[in-house]
């Protein structure tokens, strides 16, 4: 089973808690290939997936296409974890580029990877 970045797969994401998306889901992985690849790394980074459609960039839309999906679909950015390679039951299929590059800038505006987040030259926060 390849796990590459912006693999769509079927997770089990239970157990849960609170407001975190539950149940058997499909998510995209968002990790790094090198650290998927790699044994000594137990867990991979995924973005679950709905059917509910969400507003902003951080519920990118993608299109039931090569991504292996039965319907148009919305990343839950908000709801990115990381998870046991263990729990990936099986690979849908893989995201078009213009759908990954929406992920990736709601991830960036997510974790504050945006440009104008980090000055060299600013104090460092305390």
Same mark, same amino acid.
Do not use: N, W
């Given at each position: 089973?390849?796990?590459?970045?912006?693999? *769509? &797969?079927? !997770?089990?994401?239970? +157990?849960?808690? @609170?407001?975190?998306?539950?149940?058997?889901? #499909?998510?995209?992985?968002?990790?790094?290939?090198?650290?998927?690849?790699?044994?000594?790394?137990?867990?991979?980074? *995924? &973005?679950? !997936?709905?059917?509910? +459609?969400?507003? @902003?960039?951080?519920?990118?839309?993608?299109? #039931?296409?090569?991504?292996?999906?039965?319907?148009?679909?919305?990343?839950?950015?908000?709801?990115?974890?990381?998870?046991?390679?263990?729990?990936?039951?099986?690979?849908?299929?893989?995201?078009?580029?213009?759908?990954?590059?929406?992920?990736?800038?709601?991830?960036?505006?997510?974790?504050?990877?945006?440009?104008?987040?980090?000055?060299?030259?600013?104090?460092?926060?305390?």
């Amino acid at each position: 089973m390849k796990l590459g970045r912006g693999a *769509v &797969v079927v !997770v089990e994401l239970d +157990p849960t808690l @609170g407001h975190e998306q539950h149940g058997v889901r #499909p998510c995209v992985v968002v990790s790094d290939p090198d650290v998927v690849g790699d044994q000594r790394f137990p867990l991979v980074c *995924v &973005v679950p !997936v709905t059917g509910t +459609p969400g507003e @902003g960039l951080l519920y990118p839309p993608f299109a #039931p296409s090569q991504s292996g999906l039965a319907k148009k679909s919305f990343a839950l950015i908000d709801q990115l974890r990381s998870v046991d390679k263990r729990r990936v039951r099986r690979v849908y299929g893989e995201l078009a580029r213009r759908e990954m590059a929406a992920i990736d800038e709601g991830l960036a505006l997510f974790l504050g990877l945006g440009d104008g987040f980090y000055d060299p030259g600013a104090p460092p926060v305390q």
